[in-house]
């Protein structure tokens, strides 16, 4: 029999000798085989409904650095496009979509269970990479979380503090609630249907969790996370689930439990030794490497993977940084990092 794959016995909670690793926007600008693929393509959104071009951005950085897990090439925001929000993307700037500021916008979306139409090539691109990934090699989906996805959705646009989002909470609570609601509906029929496509792990992208605080943040990071996590269990109750609520804080500890997520992903801001003491108790964790050392390189970014790794060895840990590698990261810094994950030792 095969052994099972490194990335789901961490995720089982098995401690391994040397933590599996794969990289947040491992598929990106940053490689030039990206970019001439993406070229191809034409644009960003043709790239992720072109299935084989897809397909191909996500086997690029297997093949260059071997990683442990493949991540689905996609976006968060095609879940909005799919409820009927228009996107595009602004070169050099983001992410633009209609906005939603009132109940008209809202009321205008398509139902949950109408978003598969525009999806479905994803779908195939998971077909696709099932079929195609190395043996040893997972895949994980993933999709925004609906706090983030809704920040975008109403302000039509990345925000530095999400104002437009928390101004509309405020003033429209009943509203935000009900796009919260749909968000989640789509979140568990778009991840369902990855699942049924072949992913194995899925991830949920909450990377504007750190500017809710108190009470909000039970209500907008947790419980939709927690409604999301027992429904996929559900339907699919083999299947890992990791959260990743960026910016949490000291509020990454406990959110396995309150959540059910079976990994926390960790951003660069939490320290390794803390997060050991009070994250990984609940279960595996992943992540925390700052993404500025895929650019900067050399002794430091040797050292700092040797502490995370060190900090992390009494426990389950996925090695990976604490938010996407960015375009202007040296490929040779990645594979430095690659090499020395696998040859520290752990305890
Ligand atoms: C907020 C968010 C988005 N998208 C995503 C998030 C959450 C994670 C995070 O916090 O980074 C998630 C995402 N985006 C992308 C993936 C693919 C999988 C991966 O490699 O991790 C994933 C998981 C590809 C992408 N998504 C995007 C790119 C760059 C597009 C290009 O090729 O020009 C990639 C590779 C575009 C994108 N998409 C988004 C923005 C704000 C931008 C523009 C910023 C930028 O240019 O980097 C929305």
New binding site residues.
């Given amino acids: 029999m095969a052994t099972e794959k490194t990335l789901l016995r961490a995720l089982k909670g098995e401690v391994l000798e040397v933590p599996p690793i794969w990289m947040?926007?491992?598929?990106?600008?940053y490689l030039p085989e990206y970019r001439a693929t993406?070229a191809k393509a034409g644009d960003?959104l043709s790239l992720c409904y072109t299935p084989d071009l897809a397909a191909e951005v996500t086997l690029q950085p297997i093949r260059r650095y071997g990683f442990d897990a493949a991540?689905?090439?996609?976006?968060?925001?095609l879940v909005p496009q799919a409820l009927g929000a228009d996107l595009w993307?602004v070169t050099g700037e983001?992410?633009r979509l209609s906005t939603i500021t009132a109940a008209a916008d809202f009321e205008a979306l398509k139902p949950a269970d109408a978003i598969h139409e525009t999806l479905a090539p994803v779908y195939e691109t998971v077909r696709i990479l099932a079929r195609e990934l190395p043996a040893e090699t997972t895949l994980i989906g993933?999709a925004?979380a609906p706090w983030?996805v809704a920040t975008y959705m109403i302000a039509g646009r990345?925000t530095p503090a999400q104002e437009p989002a928390h101004a509309l909470r405020e003033a429209n609570p009943a509203l935000f609630d009900a796009l919260i609601a749909r968000i989640t509906e789509a979140t568990i029929e778009y991840l369902s249907a990855q699942i049924e496509a072949g992913a194995e792990v899925v991830k949920l992208?909450d990377?504007w969790a750190g500017s809710l605080t108190g009470a909000a943040f039970d209500k907008y990071a947790v419980e939709p996370a927690r409604a999301i996590t027992a429904a996929l269990k559900a339907r699919h109750p083999q299947v890992p689930v990791i959260g990743f609520p960026?910016g949490a804080g000291e509020k990454y500890a406990g959110f396995a439990r309150t959540t059910g997520v079976d990994c926390v992903a960790l951003d660069q801001a939490v320290d390794a030794t803390w997060a050991a003491a009070h994250v990984q108790i609940d279960g595996c964790v992943q992540g925390n490497l700052a993404p500025e050392h895929m650019v900067t390189g050399g002794a430091a970014l040797v050292a700092e993977t040797r502490r995370i790794v060190e900090a992390f060895s009494g426990g389950p840990h996925i090695f990976n940084l604490g938010?996407?590698i960015t375009p202007d990261a040296d490929p040779e810094n990645v594979a430095l990092m690659v090499e020395t994950v696998r040859s520290t030792r752990r305890g």
Wanted: hydrophobic share 45%.
């Fill in positions: 947040m926007r491992q598929a990106g600008r993406r960003f991540i689905l090439f996609a976006d968060i925001l993307f983001g992410p993933f925004g983030t990345g992208f990377s960026r938010h996407g």
